[in-house]
């Protein structure tokens, strides 16, 4: 079945530092990849999406590259803030169906 | 983006009680909605899918007869928890999604914290 996996938390970076949080999928045929973002005591907003391989998501400072040769989405930002501090999920969807999330990763920016 | 209200963001009942939370897409027909719970410091697990005038598609473990679903117009499906304990405590999200296909967005409501005492 899907599955995706991402680093364990939780991350704590220093303001303006660079950031990644590695996720990797397991999926047949071509998923589409998000990353979505938890901020304390909310739901989910998604943060960016990727559709096919080498597409590149963007939003806010964020970015992430569908690689399907590494099955892999990492979520990347040259220099975090601290209003950045959430709980990041990296999630696949085939064809429509529901999303299948990753157990989500925990970033604490700190001034 | 599309909007998903959902409602309460917060309740608190007693052992024993029933709780409906209702997810209403505000500005698009939502042709699908998923239920989701998370528990504390943990991702979010998939409860059930409900189409638009049809029965819920409950998860592996999931007590249909406990969460009950109903998606009765494309603008609103209402999860009730029945007889409610203290292991319910949870945080529920509903997301909606509108038609198929790789490029559909899933919007997703506020959540709902539900604490059993």
Redesign the interface.
């Given at each position: 079945g899907n599955s995706v996996t991402q680093m364990e938390g939780p991350v704590t970076l220093s303001e303006e530092a660079f950031l990644t949080i590695n996720c990797t999928y397991t999926a047949t045929g071509?998923p589409?990849l998000f990353w979505?973002v938890q901020y304390p005591?909310?739901?989910?907003?998604?943060l960016l999406?990727a559709?096919?391989a080498d597409d590149k998501g963007s939003n806010k400072g964020f970015e992430a590259t569908y690689r399907k040769e590494t099955t892999s989405f990492h979520l990347e930002k040259g220099s975090v803030q601290v209003s950045d501090s959430a709980v990041y999920?990296c999630a696949l969807?085939k064809?429509?169906?529901?999303?299948t999330?990753?157990?989500?990763t925990?970033l604490m920016v700190k001034p | 983006?599309a909007v998903v209200s959902?409602h309460p963001s917060r309740v608190i009942c007693k052992s024993g009680t029933s709780v409906k939370i209702e997810c209403r897409s505000l500005d698009f027909q939502a042709t699908?909605m998923?239920w989701y719970r998370q528990f504390p410091?943990?991702?979010?697990m998939?409860m059930a899918?409900s189409n638009e005038g049809s029965k819920a598609t409950y998860e592996q473990g999931v007590e249909k007869d406990k969460f009950l679903i109903n998606h009765a117009s494309l603008t609103l499906s209402t999860l009730t928890v029945t007889s409610a304990h203290p292991e319910d405590s949870s945080f529920y999200?509903c997301?909606a999604?509108t038609?198929?296909?790789?490029?559909?967005?899933?919007?997703?409501?506020?959540?709902t914290?539900l604490t059993v005492v």
């Open positions: 071509y589409s979505y005591g909310e739901g989910l907003q998604l999406k559709t096919k999920f969807s064809a429509g169906n529901m999303l999330f990753g157990g989500g925990r | 983006g959902q699908t998923f410091k943990q991702s979010l998939l899918t999200i997301s999604r038609g198929g296909g790789l490029n559909t967005e899933a919007f997703f409501g506020q959540g914290r």
